[in-house]
């Protein structure tokens, strides 16, 4: 899967003299926390909720209302915004995106086109392709298990749930214990838990868990 398939488009973008105020409110509206900023067609950097709200006055300060809002009317984002931006395009692999957001601690990435931004792929993307990818929406028998690090035993677990009748709901593969261990989750219906954990007892090291969803 590629970032083109999940990324949010249109983009929402801002321009880097918008005041402070105006983009809160924007973001409030639009249901966002984070844009890209946008002059003369190209992107000069990105901002945050969290930026946008870092740079408004503490609740604390002994500013007047009206204090407050001249300040802010006069802050634009281009004094808050992040200017040395990350980027991916559309062809990145899914997790190669998530996998750049995990490492530089960032709720989202523009996706750009040459110097044109077409997207938006954010954490909230991943968070909903999760839940696909787990079968989280669907009703089954859910299974996390410890299996051998070896050729063919996904085959083996695979065949024998099919021959019994079960079909995969979801299905993924995680670091295990050790090197030669991998830990596997899956969904499979139509069939019932202990049907499941007869099926699968003999290609697998430990079931940690198994329970009807």
């Not at 954010?122 to 999760?130: A, M, P």
């Amino acid at each position: 899967m590629l970032v083109a398939e999940r990324m949010s488009r249109p983009p929402i973008t801002i321009a880097p003299d918008l005041p402070i105020n105006e983009a809160l409110a924007l973001f409030k509206k639009e249901r966002i926390r984070r844009a890209p900023i946008i002059k003369g067609g190209k992107m000069v950097g990105i901002v945050s909720e969290k930026d946008l709200l870092n740079a408004s006055p503490s609740p604390a300060t002994t500013l007047s209302v009206w204090e407050m809002n001249y300040l802010l009317s006069k802050l634009t984002v281009s004094e808050v915004m992040t200017k040395d931006v990350i980027t991916v395009t559309e062809d990145t692999p899914i997790e190669e995106a998530a996998r750049i957001m995990a490492d530089n601690k960032i709720g989202g990435l523009p996706v750009v086109k040459g110097t044109r931004v077409v997207g938006i792929i954010t954490e909230t993307d991943l968070f909903k392709l999760f839940l696909e990818l787990m079968g989280a929406r669907e009703k089954g028998v859910r299974v996390t298990a410890l299996i051998e690090d070896t050729p063919g035993t996904l085959a083996k677990i695979t065949k024998a749930i099919t021959e019994a009748g079960g079909n995969f709901i979801a299905f993924g593969q995680f670091v295990g214990e050790d090197v030669d261990s991998r830990v596997l989750t899956f969904k499979v219906s139509g069939m019932s838990q202990d049907q499941v954990k007869k099926t699968i007892s003999d290609f697998t090291k430990k079931i940690w868990d198994i329970r009807e969803v």
